[in-house]
């Protein structure tokens, strides 16, 4: 797993159990060091460590936690470079649905090792579809939950996300679109402001 992604799940349990949190964590995982470095590549085992000790340090369901974490990741502002990723697949939230399948290969433009779950949206009826996540990582589509329901509010959308399962080698997420224009978005320009 990508040393990006690993040290974002440190710096979710360093805001929301601090310094000690993340301590206890470490010495679950049994990890031989104490801190990610963000462009090193780790075994996937690892991940499963950190994320399996902080489940008993937190003492919250592995669903749970990942849906925070996934909203963590749009909506505190130290990641505001994966926000404005995400913002950039449409200016819709209908249109940003629409993008996920590409998420992956836009990732890949900024950090050319970061090979991310594989993601895709299949379109049931209108308004209405079903996400398929790819990933080692079990429960990935908790972490969608939690991005999409960030990413929804950050649009201003009203939209009911529902894991549901698993499709094959993918697990499921039901998205339903109940309101586009249902309350102000966040902000957003194209072009980053500099200073």
């Known amino acids: 797993m990508h040393g990006l992604i690993n040290r ?25 060091f104490d801190n990610f470095e963000a462009m090193l590549i780790y075994e996937d085992r690892l991940t499963h460590a950190v ?30 470079g994966v926000r404005r990723l995400l913002r950039f697949g449409g200016v819709t939230f209908e249109d940003f649905l629409h993008s996920l399948d590409d998420l992956p290969d836009r990732a890949r433009l900024a950090v050319p090792d970061l090979h991310l779950p594989s993601i895709e949206l299949r379109a049931e009826m209108p308004g209405h579809y079903r996400l398929l996540c790819r990933s080692p990582l079990a429960g990935f589509a908790h972490v969608m939950v939690g991005v999409l329901r960030a990413m929804a509010d950050d649009y201003g959308a009203l939209a009911l996300l529902e894991p549901t399962g698993a499709d094959g080698d993918a697990e499921t997420l039901s998205i339903t679109l109940i309101e586009a224009d249902y309350a102000e978005g966040r902000a957003f320009e194209l072009g980053a402001r500099a200073g």
């Open 8 to 32: 974002s799940i440190q710096n979710y349990i360093c805001a929301n159990f601090g310094a000690h949190g993340w301590r206890e964590v470490v010495r679950h995982a049994r990890l031989e």
């Open 51 to 80: 994320v399996d000790a902080l489940i008993l340090m937190a003492r919250r369901s592995r669903d749970d936690l990942l849906e925070d974490f996934g909203t963590f990741l749009v909506a505190d502002r130290s990641f505001e």
